[in-house]
């Protein structure tokens, strides 16, 4: 069992930035692959960036490349979302989720993961 906690969300500027936090209970969770998606009212969740166990193999979708950096200290049981640059568009509820040791060819797929958090919002004004 993994019980995930989002913190750091907010109220920002456009152009401003954020850096969300994700931390983890329980002993495995340098075994997960991670993952932040988001989902604004009305639309589908949506793959924001994921990060493999060892945090070597990172992904991310094209509307966030350049400015977002998603990382993780195993140590701290802490995957985290570096968010610069924002807009007005990157408002959303974001979700931080863990994807089973072994699936990090199914990382794009929200159904592969098996743990989520509660979220956070992010409101990015213009």
């Known amino acids: 069992q993994v019980q995930l906690v989002e913190s750091g969300g907010g109220l920002v500027q456009a152009g401003g930035s954020l850096r969300l936090s994700c931390a983890a209970s329980?002993?495995?969770?340098?075994?997960?692959?991670m993952g932040w998606f988001r989902q604004a009212p009305g639309k589908e969740r949506e793959v924001v960036a994921a990060?493999?166990?060892?945090?070597?193999?990172?992904d991310y979708a094209a509307s966030v490349k350049g400015r977002f950096t998603i990382s993780r200290d195993n140590a701290k049981n802490t995957v985290y979302l570096q968010m610069n640059s924002l807009k007005p568009e990157d408002s959303a509820v974001y979700y931080c989720?863990?994807?089973?040791?072994?699936?990090?060819?199914?990382?794009?797929?929200?159904?592969?993961?098996?743990?989520w958090g509660q979220g956070t919002q992010v409101t990015v004004s213009s």
């Open positions: 989720a863990a994807l089973p040791s072994g699936s990090w060819y199914r990382h794009l797929i929200a159904g592969a993961y098996n743990y």
């Open positions: 329980g002993r495995t969770f340098s075994s997960y692959s």
């Open positions: 990060i493999n166990w060892s945090g070597v193999s990172t």
